[in-house]
Structures are given as C-alpha cells and as structure tokens.
T-cell receptor, first 111, second 114 residues
Framework: GQQLNQSPQSMFIQEGEDVSMNCTSSSIFNTWLWYKQDPGEGPVLLIALYKAGELTSNGRLTAQFGITRKDSFLNISASIPSDVGIYFCAGRDNAGNMLTFGGGTRLMVKP | DGGITQSPKYLFRKEGQNVTLSCEQNLNHDAMYWYRQDPGQGLRLIYYSQIVNDFQKGDIAEGYSVSREKKESFPLTVTSAQKNPTAFYLC?????????????FGQGTRLTVV
C-alpha cells in the first residue's frame, strides 16, 4: 500500500527557534493535511492543502503542497512551549475516501 | 456543543474477551472512521463507513468488527481474534467525500489487555 515517510522522527529545540518537517510519498496525493496531536488526545487539523504548489499559513505555521504531488512540508516559526506534541502529515489520493498518515514528528521545546 | 465523543477514555480487558468501544458524533457527518495508533507510529485505518448500514474494511480490519445502524454512532468491537489489541483507538467523522471537507477526531480510547 501507499507509504508516507515523515522526517525527522523527533526534534528537541530551544524556544524561539524555527522548525521544519516534511513528508514524502511513493505515490501522488491530491490532498495533503497536517495534524497536531497532544499526549493522550486526538489529532487536530492544522492546515489543509488541495493544490500542487499551494503555500498556506495558519498563524506561525506554514505548509506547502509539493509541485510533484509527492511531498509536503510544515514550518513553525518562533516556537513556543505549547507547540510541543506530535505532528502528523496525511495524504489523500484520487479515491478521496481514506487518508494515509506519516509516522509523526515528535516536537519538544525547551523554554 | 457539536463534536465526537469516544468512551471510555481508558479500558482494560482480559485476554480472550471481546470489548466494544463507543463513538458518537452530533455533527451530522456522513462518514465515520476508526484508526489504531501504536506508540511512535502513525494512524492506521481499521474500518470506515460512508453511509448508514454500510462499512468497508481498512488496512488492518482483522480481529475487529463494526456496525453503523445510526448515522451518529459507529461502535468498534475488538474481538478475541485480534492478537495484539493493546493500542490507542481513534474515531473520526467527516461531512462527506468531497473537497474541502476534512475529518474531525475524537479524544481516543486507550485499550490495555491485561
């Protein structure tokens, strides 16, 4: 089946630093999503991307839909302690019903 | 408030017993999904349902069963046939299958087999 490779697996950064994470796929997706999961909770949608090349921001978060349709990245600027959590990318293909999730990036922020 | 409610939050089960996890939504969403999450891993799809009285297997359906008798409810049964049931289970719902409609997740149920 389809696979999403998400990197890095974990990051430990200083408060105020910028963060970048990305996902690559072996196949094409028509939609890329980025979710954040706090410990013991369900994922919350941060950004949705629907068009190749699209660059979308949500506050300090910026995500881009790769032009090849096989990758996406998420940037977080000026990180703060509440950014701590696991960030997941997810892709949806032509069938449009199911999401494929990356393995997650665990972000830790040192005050 | 509209949302997705999963219950219970924590569940303990003896090996060999079936157990049912509840998922209820009042968002009037057509589609509902069940995912499994293991430590350090992404979400894997167990079952999904796009309309009442219909559901489809996901990537890891073996050892699980579901029903969709009402639009707002999509319970998941973890059967004794599931060899490694200890995991975090997440339910999600979505308005439909069209563009610009994305899934909302419940808060999850952590199942532990003892």
């Amino acid at each position: 089946g389809q696979q999403l490779n998400q990197s890095p697996q974990s990051m430990f950064i200083q408060e105020g630093e910028d963060v970048s994470m990305n996902c690559t796929s072996s196949s094409i997706f028509n939609t890329w999503l980025w979710y954040k999961q706090d410990p013991g909770e369900g994922p919350v949608l941060l950004i949705a991307l629907y068009k190749a090349g699209e660059l979308t921001s949500n506050g300090r978060l910026t995500a881009q839909f790769g032009i090849t349709r096989k990758d996406s990245f998420l940037n977080i600027s000026a990180s703060i302690p509440s950014d701590v959590g696991i960030y997941f990318c997810a892709g949806r293909d032509n069938a449009g019903n199911m999401l494929t999730f990356g393995g997650g990036t665990r972000l830790m922020v040192k005050p | 408030d509209g949302g997705i409610t999963q219950s219970p939050k924590y569940l303990f089960r003896k090996e060999g017993q079936n157990v049912t996890l509840s998922c209820e939504q009042n968002l009037n969403h057509d589609a509902m999904y069940w995912y499994r999450q293991d430590p350090g891993q992404g979400l894997r799809l167990i079952y999904y349902s796009q309309i009442v009285n219909d559901f489809q297997k996901g990537d890891i359906a073996e050892g699980y069963s579901v029903s969709r008798e009402k639009k707002e409810s999509f319970p998941l049964t973890v059967t004794s046939a599931q060899k490694n049931p200890t995991a975090f289970y997440l339910c999600a719902s979505r308005q439909g299958s069209g563009w610009y409609t994305e899934a909302f997740f419940g808060q999850g149920t952590r199942l532990t087999v003892v």
